[in-house]
C-alpha cells in the first residue's frame, strides 16, 4: 500500500476512539472490558453481534491485503487500533482464530476458491472458527496425531478426538490436522481440513477450567464429512499449513490480546492504591518492573513486526515466550497485591478481573506452545543449536 494513502496515526486514533464511543454503548455497553481471557462466555450472543458492528465499521481483517478485504494497515496502525479498542474497554473478540490464525494462512496456502468461500463471512463477523490440533496425546509432540481422515466418493471422513479446543461451542466451523495417509508416522502424511461443525458427526464436549469458565472444549469425530475441496494445501501436506498457521499463532495474532494488559495493570494499580499494598517497597518495585516490562514488550512488537507480515524473522521467535511470562507474573503479582482479600470470591469487579487474570495467565505459557517449548524452538531455530 502506498504510504502516502495511509491515514496519520494522530487521526486514525481519534477515528477509532470516536467510533468506539458511539458504537460500543446503547445495547453494546455492557460489553465494556468485558469477555477476555477468563469471562469468555460473559454476553457470549451480544458479542457475536458486536462482531458484526466491528465489520459494518470496517475494523476486521486490519492487516490483510486488499485484494482479500482488508485494509492493509502497517503493524503501527494496528497496534494503535488495538490500544484505541482496549482504552475504550472493547470486549474480548470470539472471532479472532479465524481473522488472525486462519485468514492469512488461507490467504497464503488456500485456493481462490477457498479465499472466495472463507475470508467473507470472517471478514463479516459472521462465521466464527476454532481450532483443531491438539488430541489427548499429541499436544507438544503435534506430530503424534492419530485423528484420521480418508477420501471417499467426493467427500473427507473424519474419525478421532481433538482436545482443549478453545471456543468450539461458539464455532461454525474448525481447521483440523488429522492423519490421511494410513500408516504415516509423524509430520507426513497429515492433512489440513475446514470441517462444519453443525453435523450429526460431531460432539463438542466443554471441559471447565480453572477460571471457573469453560472457554475450551473436547471435540469428537465420528465419520463426520466435508467436502472433497475443503483440504488447504496438498493431502498429506498439512504439517507445513499446520506450522505457518502455528507462526501466526505465536506472532501478531496476540496484539489485540496484549493491549488490554495496560488496563489490567491499571486494574492492580488501583487495587495497590485502595489497599495500601503502594506502602510496601516490594511490591511497588514490581509494579514499576511491570510497567517497563510491558512498554518493552510494546517497542519489541513494533520492533519485530514492523516491517513484516505477521510472521517475521528469529527475534520473532521470543515474542510468545516474553508475554505470556510478563502477564503470568502479572497475574502473581495481582494475588500479592490483593493479599487476603484475593483468596476469596470476590463479588467487586475490579478484583474478580485480577483474579481472573491470575487464573487465565496460568495458561498463557502452555497454549500455543509451552515455555519449555518456546525455549527449544528458540535454542534449535534460533541459535542453530542441535534439536534434543
Ligand atoms: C487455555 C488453552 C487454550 C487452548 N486452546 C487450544 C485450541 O484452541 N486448539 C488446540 O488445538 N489446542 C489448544 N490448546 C492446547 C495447547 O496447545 C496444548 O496444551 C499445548 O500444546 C501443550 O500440550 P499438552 O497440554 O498436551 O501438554 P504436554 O505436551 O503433554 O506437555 C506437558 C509438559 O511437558 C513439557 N514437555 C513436553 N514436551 C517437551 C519437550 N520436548 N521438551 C521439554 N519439555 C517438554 C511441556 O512443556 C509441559 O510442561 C489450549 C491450551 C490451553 C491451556
Redesign the pocket.
Known amino acids: 500500500m502506498n504510504p502516502s494513502d495511509l491515514p496519520a496515526e494522530a487521526d486514525f486514533r481519534a477515528e477509532v476512539a470516536d467510533w468506539m464511543a458511539r458504537h460500543l454503548a446503547g445495547r453494546f455497553a455492557p460489553l465494556r472490558h468485558r469477555g477476555g481471557p477468563g469471562d469468555e462466555t460473559a454476553h457470549a450472543a451480544l458479542r457475536r453481534e458486536w462482531e458484526q458492528e466491528m465489520a459494518a465499521g470496517g475494523w476486521i481483517g486490519l492487516g490483510w491485503p486488499r485484494a482479500h478485504g482488508g485494509r492493509e494497515l502497517p503493524v503501527a496502525l494496528q497496534v494503535a487500533f488495538h490500544e484505541e479498542y482496549a482504552r475504550a474497554g472493547g470486549p474480548g473478540r470470539i472471532g479472532h482464530?479465524g481473522e488472525t490464525l486462519l485468514a492469512p494462512t488461507l490467504i497464503d496456502f488456500g485456493t481462490p476458491e477457498q479465499q472466495q468461500r472463507f475470508l467473507p463471512g470472517i471478514r463479516a463477523g459472521q462465521v466464527v472458527w476454532?481450532?483443531?490440533?491438539?488430541e489427548p496425546g499429541?499436544?507438544?509432540?503435534?506430530a503424534a496425531i492419530r485423528s484420521r481422515c480418508w477420501l471417499d466418493a467426493g467427500e473427507w471422513h473424519l474419525q478421532g478426538q481433538?482436545?482443549?479446543?478453545?471456543?468450539a461451542h461458539e464455532s461454525e466451523w474448525i481447521f483440523v490436522l488429522a492423519r490421511s495417509t494410513p500408516g504415516s508416522v509423524g509430520r507426513d502424511g497429515l492433512s489440513f481440513l475446514l470441517v462444519p461443525l453443525a453435523q450429526p458427526g460431531v460432539d463438542i464436549r466443554p471441559i471447565r477450567?480453572l477460571t471457573g469458565e469453560a472457554?475450551?472444549n473436547e471435540v469428537f469425530f465420528d465419520d463426520a464429512r466435508c467436502a472433497a475441496d475443503c483440504v488447504v494445501g496438498a493431502p498429506g501436506d498439512g504439517w507445513k499449513v499446520a506450522m505457518a498457521l502455528l507462526g501466526y499463532e505465536r506472532g501478531l495474532s496476540t496484539l489485540g490480546q496484549q493491549m488490554h494488559f495496560s488496563h489490567e495493570l491499571q486494574l492492580l494499580v488501583d487495587a495497590a492504591r485502595a489497599s495500601g499494598a503502594d506502602r510496601n517497597p516490594g511490591i511497588r518495585r514490581r509494579i514499576a518492573d511491570a510497567w517497563i516490562g510491558l512498554r518493552t514488550l510494546r517497542a519489541n512488537a513494533l520492533r519485530i513486526f514492523a516491517g513484516g507480515d505477521g510472521a517475521a524473522g528469529p527475534e520473532a521467535l521470543t515474542y510468545k515466550y516474553a508475554w505470556s511470562n510478563w502477564h503470568r507474573s502479572l497475574g502473581e503479582l495481582a494475588m500479592d497485591v490483593m493479599g487476603t482479600a484475593g483468596d476469596l470470591q470476590a463479588h467487586d469487579d475490579p478484583l474478580r478481573r485480577l483474579q481472573q487474570v491470575f487464573f487465565?495467565s496460568r495458561?498463557d505459557t502452555?497454549?500455543?506452545?509451552?515455555?519449555?517449548?518456546q525455549l527449544?524452538i528458540i535454542a534449535e531455530r534460533g541459535l542453530g543449536m542441535p534439536r534434543?
Open positions: 482464530i476454532c481450532q483443531g490440533y491438539s499429541a499436544g507438544s509432540d503435534l481433538k482436545v482443549w479446543t478453545s471456543l477450567q472457554e475450551f487465565f495458561a502452555i497454549y500455543a506452545g509451552t515455555n519449555e517449548i527449544n534434543g
